[in-house]
């Protein structure tokens, strides 16, 4: 299995959550970590690909499209949460896709009330 693209979003700095949104920046580095490590511990599982790299525009790409889904925010500074989640995740991630390790479990955030923010089912 290969996840062509995924992503978790915040609505922040008048951007918007993208498809999947998380609360806040803390819960959007669980996310990926949940859903990343999840997807690991599947014996078929070869590897995902985030989207994107950078954040879209305010005003929007060609399509409108405005959404706070990057590692790095418009000004190329990396989100530290996020970063720091994917770091976690990469150093474990061999062993949670051999079953050594259990993968992460805390589902993110997708608002104040709680509601976990995995739409995959992962």
Do not use: C
Not at 25 to 52: C, D, M, N
Not at 55 to 62: A, C, K, Q, S, T
């Amino acid at each position: 299995m290969l996840i062509g693209e995924f992503h978790f979003g915040v609505p922040a700095d008048g951007l918007g959550a993208g498809l999947v949104q998380t609360m806040n920046q803390v819960e959007r580095a669980k996310g990926y970590r949940y859903y990343i490590e999840q997807a690991a511990a599947l014996p078929g599982f070869l590897g995902a690909h985030w989207f994107a790299w950078g954040d879209e525009p305010v005003l929007g790409r060609m399509d409108g499209e405005n959404y706070n889904i990057g590692f790095v925010d418009a000004m190329d500074r990396p989100y530290p949460e996020l970063v720091a989640g994917a770091k976690a995740t990469h150093a474990r991630l061999l062993d949670v896709h051999s079953g050594k390790v259990a993968p992460f479990s805390e589902r993110p955030k997708a608002s104040s009330a709680g509601t976990p923010a995995s739409p995959w089912g992962l």
